[in-house]
């Protein structure tokens, strides 16, 4: 299992257009990924999931990636938060 | 890829809700706006539904987004015009057009089955926005 933190840091959070990026680009990857923030856990394959957490900016998150490929997984989630999703 | 159809009084609600539903599909996604009448007014059409859901297959299936009243009439009506193998594989979400659609399309990127797709329109229902 791997497992990091990040601090949301582009201006609309991890909602709609963002959450969308980030479930299709955690589904190219074989590992299982959870989103853990504010006490919840979410499945980071499930758009419904990740829109339900809320996530605003400058909210900080603990992602975990769980199978054989999930160091790049773990990195490409990590690099496309800290990217801002493309936002600014 | 499963295709979505967006069902609408309104061509411009149909149309809106299918760019919003644009920034988030994967590019070589269908979705089809089936707003309006044929001559602009409100209403919906089964002729042009059906058309739509055609347009919108690409073998997978097609899940269409409904507004309110008779845009389910209307859509079980296209269901008749549709081809025996395609009828099988076209389903209404009971969910809220926009949100459902939204969340259709995302579950739909992944690659997922229509069942797996209407699911998460129709789960879109109870998402908290607050």
């Not at chain 1, 959070?13 to 919840?40: C, E, W, Y």
Request: aromatic content about 2%; glycine content about 8%.
């Amino acid at each position: 299992m791997t497992e990091i933190q990040v601090t949301i840091t582009n201006v609309s959070g991890l909602h709609a257009r963002p959450a969308a990026q980030f479930v299709q680009k955690a589904a190219t990857f074989k590992s299982k990924v959870k989103i853990v923030a504010n006490n919840k856990v979410a499945d980071g394959k499930s758009i419904l999931a990740v829109m339900s957490m809320g996530l605003k900016q400058n909210a900080q998150i603990t992602i975990t990636t769980e199978g054989e490929d999930e160091k790049e997984c773990s990195k490409a989630l990590e690099d496309m938060i800290k990217s801002k999703f493309g936002e600014e | 890829m499963v295709g979505v159809v967006i069902v609408s009084h309104s061509q411009k609600v149909a149309e809106g809700i299918r760019e919003m539903a644009l920034q988030m599909s994967a590019p070589e996604q269908k979705i089809i706006a089936a707003g309006g009448m044929a001559d602009g007014g409100i209403g919906t059409d089964a002729f042009q539904v059906s058309e739509a859901i055609i347009s919108a297959n690409t073998g997978d299936g097609v899940a269409v987004m409904v507004d309110l009243g008779s845009a389910v009439l209307s859509t079980e009506t296209a269901f008749e015009f549709l081809d025996e193998d395609l009828r099988a594989k076209v389903q209404i979400a009971d969910a809220p057009i926009l949100e459902g659609a939204i969340s259709a399309v995302v579950e739909a990127s992944l690659g997922s089955a229509l069942a797996a797709v209407i699911a998460t329109a129709e789960g879109a229902r109870t998402l908290n926005k607050m």
